[in-house]
Structures are given as C-alpha cells and as structure tokens.
C-alpha cells in the first residue's frame, strides 16, 4: 500500500502584522518644486507690490515691499500721526504712477503742505469723510471692490475679526494697496491680514517699526528708519538732528555735580 504525505491545512492569522513597507517619497529631497514656500523662510509675493521708501524695510517683506492684492494693517499708538511718514514713500510712487490715493475716515484733517512736500498731489487725493464705523467699513469695502483707486488707506479702529477677513477676502481681486490704520492695542487681535506692522518713532527722529506678522520667520527686533518730517531738516540744526547726544551731555553734567541747575528732559515733538 503506498502511503498518502497528508499536509496540515492552517487558518490564516488575520491579526498577523503585514511586514513593513518601505514608503518612497513623492519628492526627493532638494527637489522642492518652486512654488511650495518653506515656513523658515521669507515668503515670495506672487503679486506686484509696492516699495516702502526704505531698503531695510523692503528687504523684510515678502515681495520687497508693500504687498497688493492684500491688506496691510498698520498699528500706532496715536493715530493720523505716523502713517504718513511710515506710508509716505508709497503714496509718493502711486501718485507718480498717475493712481489716486482714497483717505477713509482720517480722524484728522490730512495735512496737505505736509503731503506736498513728500511728493502727494492735491489733484490725486481722495478724502471720504466717514463718521461711524459702519460708514468708514462700507466705504472701505466699496472702494477695494471697485478696484479703481491706487492705493486705499482707511482708519478702521473698531474692526471686528470676521469684518477684517472680509475685506482681506475682497482685496484679493483689488491691484492696488489696501492699508488699514489700527490702534496698537489691536496687536493682541487675531487678524486674517497677512502683514500686519507696529509704528512708533524715536527722539532722535526715527521710526521704530516692529513687524509682527509676515510670510516667513518672525522678527524679533524692530527696524529703526530714518525719518525727519517733511520741511523739518531743512530748519533742524546738527545738534537737534540727533536730540539724544544733547541730553545724554546733560544727563553726563549734572552727575559730575555741575552748578548748572538740572532741567526735566522734554520730547520733541514729532509728529
């Protein structure tokens, strides 16, 4: 009788673990595609932008300058006082260019000789007196959607998140642009603008401008930008250029017991 081999049938463990798989990377190291922006660096723009007026501070933005088809929000402890120097290169270039400058809600009156002497037209500037804050939000949002102004700087302090997104969302299809003029309290706000500044300024006349939010990495110390206000430098003597060296002496003296009575510091005005 020849004997029959009779193999042992076994039950496939289902709970077994499948042996690993050596996952192949969809894009090989160092072959990044040039669209695809890396968090550590500084953002490229795809959209044309405008230049600020200063080097250092077009080296720090995305785009090398301020950004159109996006807001921009400008925060400053006072306001109608400094973002004219922070923004007057770029309203200079719009007017050049032949644009018009739309004014929203100023809460003072722009200053034209101020205006004129950096370079603005009185022909090219548009002021939209808006009282309320729904009428200042209305006005801004008409004017980004008409898309016929070159460059938009509304005052909208008491803008809420979802306001701000809307705005962003409609300046995506506006050219020009678009800056909102905020109080620096809002810096503890989340806010939907891709760039968002902090504005205050020195003795020795200088702004001091601390970005806080950009594309790219953050940027822990502020930028000092040169900016005597227009019509000043020609008056200014070599010592009030620099009012910190003036009381820095005094300061100096008066330790060394001079007889010379001592003199509360004041702050130049600067506005």
Same mark, same amino acid.
């Not at 090398?64 to 004219?84: D, H």
């Not at 120097?85 to 100023?106: F, H, K, N, S």
């Given at each position: 009788?020849?004997?029959?081999?009779?193999?042992?049938?076994?039950?496939?463990?289902?709970?077994?673990?499948?042996?690993?798989?050596?996952?192949?990377?969809?894009?090989?190291?160092?072959?990044?595609?040039?669209?695809?922006?890396?968090?550590?660096?500084?953002?490229?723009?795809?959209?044309?932008?405008?230049?600020? =007026?200063?080097?250092?501070?077009?080296?720090?933005?995305? =785009?090398?300058?301020?950004?159109?088809?996006?807001?921009?929000?400008?925060?400053?402890?006072?306001?109608?006082?400094?973002?004219?120097?922070?923004?007057?290169?770029?309203?200079?270039?719009?007017?050049?260019?032949?644009?018009?400058?739309?004014?929203?809600?100023?809460?003072?009156?722009?200053?034209?000789? =101020?205006?004129?002497?950096?370079?603005?037209?009185?022909?090219?500037?548009?002021?939209?007196?808006?009282?309320?804050?729904?009428?200042?939000?209305?006005?801004?949002?008409?004017?980004?959607?008409?898309? +016929?102004?070159?460059?938009?700087?509304?005052?909208?302090?008491?803008?809420?998140?979802?306001?701000?997104?809307?705005?962003?969302?409609?300046?995506?299809?506006?050219?020009?642009?678009?800056?909102?003029?905020?109080?620096?309290?809002?810096?503890?706000? #989340?806010?939907?603008?891709?760039?968002?500044?902090? +504005?205050?300024?020195?003795?020795?006349?200088?702004?001091?401008?601390?970005?806080?939010?950009?594309?790219?990495?953050?940027?822990?110390?502020?930028?000092?930008?040169? #900016?005597?206000?227009?019509?000043?430098?020609?008056?200014?003597?070599?010592?009030?250029?620099?009012?910190?060296?003036?009381?820095?002496?005094?300061?100096?003296?008066?330790?060394? =017991?001079?007889?010379?009575?001592?003199?509360?510091?004041?702050?130049?005005?600067?506005?």
């Amino acid at each position: 009788m020849t004997a029959l081999a009779v193999s042992e049938w076994h039950e496939p463990d289902l709970h077994a673990a499948a042996p690993p798989q050596r996952l192949r990377p969809l894009v090989a190291p160092g072959e990044i595609p040039a669209g695809v922006w890396r968090g550590g660096e500084l953002g490229s723009q795809i959209s044309d932008t405008v230049a600020t =007026g200063w080097a250092e501070l077009d080296a720090q933005l995305p =785009g090398a300058g301020w950004p159109c088809r996006s807001i921009t929000e400008v925060l400053a402890p006072q306001p109608a006082v400094l973002e004219w120097r922070l923004l007057g290169g770029a309203i200079r270039q719009v007017v050049a260019g032949g644009g018009q400058v739309v004014l929203v809600g100023p809460p003072k009156p722009p200053h034209l000789p =101020g205006l004129l002497h950096a370079g603005a037209d009185a022909r090219q500037l548009v002021w939209v007196r808006a009282e309320t804050p729904a009428e200042r939000l209305w006005v801004t949002e008409q004017m980004i959607k008409s898309d +016929a102004a070159g460059a938009i700087v509304a005052w909208l302090p008491q803008a809420r998140q979802e306001q701000i997104r809307r705005l962003q969302v409609c300046a995506l299809a506006c050219r020009a642009p678009v800056f909102l003029c905020r109080p620096e309290a809002a810096q503890h706000e #989340s806010s939907a603008a891709p760039l968002r500044v902090h +504005a205050s300024y020195t003795v020795d006349w200088e702004l001091c401008v601390k970005i806080f939010k950009r594309r790219g990495p953050s940027l822990p110390t502020p930028l000092r930008l040169p #900016s005597i206000p227009g019509g000043l430098a020609r008056v200014l003597t070599p010592r009030l250029l620099k009012p910190s060296l003036l009381w820095r002496r005094t300061e100096t003296r008066d330790a060394v =017991g001079s007889p010379a009575p001592r003199r509360p510091s004041r702050q130049l005005a600067v506005h």
